[in-house]
């Protein structure tokens, strides 16, 4: 989110829906052998990720389930988000922490708006309730950048980045045990390289989550979080 509210993407987002740059994924092999087989690799990868975007493919999913227990579903606009197959076509390792600029309900409300152009995969509201508007095996468009879309899970918080009071203690821990779990779920490192703020993400010109927001609280917090989970197994 940031400058322009509910991840206010639409503007950089609008350009190219998933972002505005994309990054290549071949790297330069030498020699004949390593080419042959570096191209097979590629085709392969290629074509798993086409399959999905085929009409009418689809991975097998429930309607309204979540990947975070005691998420509530409610579907973000199918333009503001895209089929994927995660991890399998894009891995992930990376999540994405967001602030809203605006209330709960009104993130959701752009996220639902098929004009936004953007929107996150959850919104932690200031009680700690968690929303889940797209799975995780999806790309959002959150961040403003393809390659970061593609390899992350964004994270709105209800709030503004200049009223560190919107920062609830309930908002924190709800939020680090949800970072805590996706982590855990894709072998991401529990550290502020994996863990970043949108105003991170390199190309964009959001703010959020700002100065108020208290990163090394909330990262004590997500290891608290995953070593809980770790000693009483779910």
Same mark, same amino acid.
């Given at each position: 989110?940031?400058?322009?509210?509910?991840?206010?993407?639409?503007?950089? %987002?609008?350009?190219?829906?998933?972002?505005?740059?994309?990054?290549?994924?071949?790297? /330069?092999?030498? &020699?004949?052998? #390593? !080419?042959?087989?570096?191209?097979?690799?590629?085709? +392969?990868?290629? /074509?798993?990720?086409?399959?999905?975007? =085929?009409? &009418?493919?689809?991975?097998?999913?429930?309607? &309204?389930?979540?990947?975070?227990?005691?998420? +509530?579903?409610?579907?973000?606009?199918?333009?503001?988000?895209?089929?994927?197959?995660?991890?399998?076509?894009?891995?992930?390792?990376? =999540? $994405? $922490?967001? #602030?809203?600029?605006?209330?709960?309900?009104?993130?959701?409300?752009?996220?639902?708006?098929?004009?936004?152009?953007?929107?996150?995969?959850?919104?932690?509201?200031?009680?700690? *309730?968690?929303? %889940?508007? $797209?799975?995780?095996?999806?790309?959002?468009? *959150? !961040?403003?950048?393809?390659?970061?879309?593609?390899?992350?899970?964004?994270?709105? *918080?209800?709030?503004?980045?200049?009223?560190?009071?919107?920062?609830?203690?309930?908002?924190?821990?709800?939020?680090?045990?949800?970072? !805590?779990?996706?982590?855990?779920?894709?072998? $991401?490192?529990?550290?502020?390289?994996?863990?970043?703020?949108?105003?991170?993400?390199?190309?964009?010109?959001?703010?959020?989550? &700002?100065?108020?927001?208290?990163?090394?609280?909330?990262?004590?917090? =997500? +290891? !608290?979080?995953?070593?809980?989970?770790?000693?009483?197994?779910?």
């Amino acid at each position: 989110m940031g400058t322009r509210g509910a991840s206010g993407d639409s503007a950089s %987002q609008g350009r190219g829906k998933d972002g505005d740059r994309r990054v290549g994924r071949r790297a /330069l092999l030498i &020699g004949t052998a #390593v !080419a042959a087989v570096g191209t097979a690799v590629v085709a +392969r990868d290629e /074509l798993t990720r086409a399959w999905w975007r =085929v009409p &009418g493919v689809t991975k097998p999913r429930k309607e &309204g389930e979540v990947d975070h227990t005691g998420a +509530r579903w409610v579907a973000a606009s199918e333009a503001n988000w895209r089929l994927a197959d995660r991890p399998d076509d894009f891995g992930i390792d990376m =999540v $994405i $922490i967001h #602030v809203t600029q605006g209330s709960f309900d009104s993130a959701v409300r752009v996220f639902q708006d098929p004009a936004h152009g953007a929107a996150s995969h959850y919104i932690v509201r200031k009680d700690g *309730h968690i929303t %889940q508007m $797209i799975r995780e095996l999806d790309v959002a468009y *959150h !961040a403003g950048n393809r390659d970061y879309n593609e390899r992350s899970v964004g994270i709105e *918080h209800e709030g503004f980045v200049d009223r560190p009071e919107d920062f609830t203690d309930e908002m924190y821990e709800s939020s680090a045990r949800l970072t !805590a779990r996706v982590c855990a779920r894709y072998d $991401i490192p529990l550290d502020r390289d994996h863990i970043l703020g949108h105003v991170e993400v390199p190309g964009t010109d959001h703010t959020d989550p &700002g100065d108020g927001w208290d990163w090394d609280r909330y990262m004590k917090l =997500v +290891r !608290a979080a995953a070593a809980a989970r770790t000693a009483t197994p779910a």
